[in-house]
């Protein structure tokens, strides 16, 4: 069984930071990638940051430059430094990861269960 275990939501002004945290275990052989999405109400899931294994990254256009993904191999974790937020980057933030649970398995999607970004203007 794995487990994404998401922490750092929260209310926070506009131009102001925060900074999530996502932590997987279990039984895991490898981590291929791991991502954050949101969800706004009313409003299709959408990605806003990857970054696979080899250390790459991608971003929603919108948070270019002011969204930081980042990785911690050894502890299987994943941060989002989250700079000059706007009201409009409100939602629920997902984190996502692609696995193998053992050598012989197919990639998998793995996700977390959500925290709460609130931005006030």
């Known amino acids: 069984q794995v487990q994404l275990v998401e922490s750092g939501g929260g209310l926070v002004q506009a131009g102001g930071s925060l900074r999530l945290s996502c932590a997987a275990s279990g039984s895991i052989f490898s981590i291929t990638a791991m991502g954050w999405y949101r969800q706004a109400p009313g409003k299709q899931r959408e990605l806003v940051a990857t970054?696979?294994?080899?250390?790459?990254?991608n971003y929603l256009d919108s948070v270019k430059g002011r969204f930081t993904i980042s990785r911690d191999n050894a502890k299987n974790t994943v941060y989002l430094q989250m700079n000059r937020l706007k009201p409009e980057d409100t939602a629920v933030y997902y984190c996502n990861a692609e696995l193998r649970r053992s050598i012989l398995s197919m990639i998998e999607a793995y996700w977390g269960q959500g925290t709460q970004v609130t931005v006030s203007s």
């Open positions: 970054i696979p294994s080899d250390g790459g990254t």
